[in-house]
């Protein structure tokens, strides 16, 4: 019987994820995750419930399960980098550091040490092995395909995971969870990143780094409002500007760190908020080597985006991606995910 360590949220997906695996006849062993601590109280962070939550679950499902807390690790491989992109006027995105970094390095690394076979979680996404190679796969839900945040997965890291969910609907899921009785099968799906919670991000980002006001301008350099901080703005926001005046809305088209600017434009299709192209550092390709260059394929550069066809290109450690029609509010720390069809190749981090 080949054992399986299963990464238990308090969530839905990974409940569902145990009791599958627990049905198809593997051993299964819970494994509840604790990557922050710092302010982790009930008013911002879920963890405490979600511990009970996991908990739970195990025992309806029976199986056993353990807590390790992963927080040092966390701050040291995720959250200095979150601040070092945030202080570069970047915005990152620390879900694809801390699937690479935590759920399939970390938590991979503990599993092995308990003797487990292999690990699972309740992440949306395939894996397929193909001639001795594993190849990562969109999931069957194309809403809730979480590939994107997982382009950073090596192919030992592949060769050792399971995504039972991957060919299932999300309503399915919480059908099975009900049909089985587990407590958590209506519980509210997590969003966003537990170490902010609930709290307000600007809040949040202040007392970690330190903010320095400036002026909004026009790419002409009319002045037309002040900023708070460079860091709490990103490419393509609307909301929180409050630039007055008449006319179209406004839009943050990109920051000159240099001057302290933050460069804003008119209008959802102002020319500078496209980009038929861009560049891109730090890249990982999923099967071990950068696929074909001046092929078609396709590329996300936001997770809620459809697959825009593009062609791919590589000067030395620069990626090149040339988009078949330009792309709105392409933003610097973010990811591109480059995809052929359904399989995820990889992608790197988006620089201009």
Request: charge should be neutral; charged fraction near 25%; proline fraction near 4%.
């Amino acid at each position: 019987m080949k054992k399986v360590v299963v990464g238990m949220s308090g969530g839905v997906d990974s409940a569902v994820s145990a009791l599958l695996l627990k049905q198809q006849g593997y051993e299964v062993i819970g494994l509840f995750m604790k990557n922050w601590e710092d302010d982790d109280t009930e008013e911002y962070c879920s963890s405490r419930q979600d511990l009970i939550d996991a908990v739970s679950v195990a025992d309806r499902i029976g199986i056993a399960i353990e807590a390790v807390n992963f927080s040092k690790e966390y701050k040291d491989r995720v959250f200095s980098h979150f601040l070092e992109e945030y202080r570069a006027g970047r915005t990152p995105n620390p879900d694809v550091l801390c699937n690479s970094e935590i759920k399939f390095k970390a938590f991979l690394d503990h599993a092995m040490s308990l003797g487990a076979d292999c690990i699972a979680t309740g992440h949306y996404a395939q894996v397929r092995e193909v001639d001795g190679a594993f190849q990562l796969l969109k999931a069957e839900d194309g809403t809730k395909d979480q590939s994107y945040f997982l382009y950073r997965l090596n192919q030992a890291q592949l060769s050792k995971t399971i995504f039972p969910l991957g060919k299932l609907l999300k309503r399915d899921v919480r059908k099975i969870a009900e049909n089985a009785g587990l407590p958590n099968h209506a519980k509210r799906d997590s969003t966003g990143i537990c170490f902010i919670g609930e709290r307000k991000f600007r809040e949040f980002l202040n007392r970690y780094l330190p903010h320095e006001p400036g002026e909004m301008q026009t790419p002409e350099g009319k002045v037309v409002g002040q900023h708070i901080g460079l860091m709490y703005y990103t490419i393509g926001q609307r909301q929180g500007l409050e630039i007055g005046g008449a006319g179209d809305a406004w839009y943050v088209a990109g920051k000159d760190m240099a001057k302290n600017a933050l460069i804003v434009v008119q209008g959802h299709d102002h020319p500078l908020l496209f980009k038929g192209g861009l560049e891109f550092l730090d890249a990982n390709w999923v099967g071990g080597k950068p696929p074909h260059e001046n092929w078609v394929y396709s590329a996300k550069t936001r997770y809620r985006q459809m697959d825009a066809p593009c062609c791919l290109s590589k000067t030395g450690a620069v990626g090149h991606v040339a988009f078949a029609e330009p792309q709105w509010a392409v933003t610097p720390g973010q990811s591109v995910v480059i995809y052929e069809s359904r399989v995820c190749l990889g992608g790197g981090v988006i620089v201009s």
